[in-house]
């Protein structure tokens, strides 16, 4: 039995959620994706290769006190932003689901359709305004963020600068960040302004343009 539309669409929608999930992950915690140099080690290890990417954690609990106040604000900075990523996914994908069991997807139809046949449902309209609304807050929110992390975290890149590998790893983890903010902000504004859903986790851009048959009125 061949699955439905909306069992294909839960199933990418929850694979994308994963795989995305973990670019998030290292593109947050800067401190750790990040290959850094830390001469404030150096007097800890007498290898001082040993020091290299760990400006964050010591690994001795001992030590922890030799780590400046400026790398804890850091760390806890990139913790602070990936626990905002994780709410912001979360708040994502039950949009996601929402637009899966009460959308649907027809490519015969065009992408402005759902605009002008939702006028008849009144409580999914509603859902969809607020679903928007809140989308594109959060966007906002999370977009602020994560640009104040990538300054804070600059900083200490240019602080514990050790040449062609930290530029790349800080050049990877920030092009997946932007990668995804660029993404959910122009989403999420389209959404708002023009009464879309656009969907957050399909491979390419797709907009939800109908009602779905279980909820639609009969003629």
Same mark, same amino acid.
């Given at each position: /039995? ?17 795989? *995305?999930?973990? &670019?998030? #992950? /290292?593109?947050? /915690?800067?401190?750790?994706?990040? $290959?850094?140099?830390?001469?404030? #080690? ?13 400006? /964050? @954690?010591? %690994?001795?609990? !001992? +030590? ?26 979360? @708040?994502? %994908? ?7 069991? +009460?959308?649907?997807?027809?490519? !015969?139809?065009?992408?402005? *359709? ?7 449902? +009144? *409580?999914?309209? &509603? ?24 300054? #804070? ?13 930290? #530029? ?8 997946? =960040?932007?990668? &995804? ?10 959404? %708002? ?11 390419? =851009? ?9 909820? &639609? $009125?009969?003629?």
């Amino acid at each position: /039995m061949c699955p439905t539309q909306n069992t294909q669409q839960y199933f990418i929608s929850f694979i994308s959620l994963c795989i *995305n999930g973990f &670019k998030m #992950l /290292m593109a947050t /915690m800067l401190s750790i994706s990040i $290959k850094l140099k830390c001469n404030i #080690l150096n007097n800890i290890s007498n290898n001082i290769s040993d020091a290299y990417g760990k400006c /964050m @954690f010591v %690994y001795d609990i !001992n +030590h922890f006190n030799q780590i400046p106040i400026y790398n804890l604000i850091i760390m806890l900075f990139n913790i602070f932003s990936l626990i905002i990523m994780i709410g912001f996914y979360i @708040f994502e %994908y039950y949009r996601e689901r929402w637009c899966i069991q +009460h959308l649907e997807i027809n490519k !015969n139809l065009i992408e402005s *359709n759902l605009s002008k046949e939702i006028e008849a449902y +009144h *409580n999914i309209k &509603k859902q969809m305004d607020k679903l928007n609304r809140q989308y594109f807050t959060l966007s906002v929110f999370v977009v602020c963020i994560n640009l104040i992390n990538i300054g #804070l975290t600059s900083i200490l890149v240019y602080k514990y600068y050790i040449g062609y590998e930290t #530029l790349m790893s800080a050049f990877m983890a920030i092009i997946l =960040i932007l990668d &995804k903010l660029i993404k959910c902000i122009m989403i999420s504004y389209s959404a %708002y302004e023009n009464r879309l859903m656009y969907s957050a986790f399909m491979t390419s =851009i797709t907009v939800y343009n109908t009602i779905d048959p279980k909820y &639609k $009125k009969s003629n």
